[in-house]
């Protein structure tokens, strides 16, 4: 079993930078790929962001790419979603996820095992 918990949102004008953090609970951490995860009001949840259970490998929806950067510290248990050129259009609630059992790197929400509560990102123009 595993718990995860985002902090690091807030409000931030248009350009602005912010880093999201998902901290975990229990001990294989190690073992789970994790992913981001964002939902805008009126919107379905879509994908933003995975890494490997080693760090190794990255995905990125396009629509983030170049501005966006995950990354993660198996012995903190910590996974990072650094945001960089915030957009209005990035406004929504961001949520970590994990798929256990070194499994590999997707983009399908169906695939993960476990979820945060979320933490709301705002980006005004």
């Known amino acids: 079993q595993v718990q995860l918990a985002e902090s690091g949102g807030g409000l931030v004008q248009a350009g602005g930078s912010l880093r999201l953090s998902c901290a975990a609970s229990?001990?294989?951490?190690?073992?789970?790929?994790m992913g981001w995860f964002r939902q805008a009001p009126g919107k379905g949840r879509e994908f933003v962001a995975a890494?490997?259970?080693?760090?190794?490998?990255?995905v990125y929806v396009d629509s983030v790419k170049g501005r966006f950067t995950i990354s993660r510290d198996n012995a903190k248990k910590v996974v990072y979603l650094q945001m960089n050129s915030l957009k209005p259009e990035d406004t929504a609630v961001y949520c970590c996820?994990?798929?256990?059992?070194?499994?590999?790197?997707?983009?399908?929400?169906?695939?993960?095992?476990?979820w945060g509560q979320g933490t709301q990102v705002t980006v005004s123009s």
């Open positions: 229990g001990r294989t951490f190690s073992s789970y790929a």
């Open positions: 890494i490997s259970w080693g760090g190794g490998s990255t």
């Open positions: 996820a994990a798929r256990g059992g070194f499994g590999a790197v997707t983009m399908a929400s169906s695939s993960y095992d476990y």
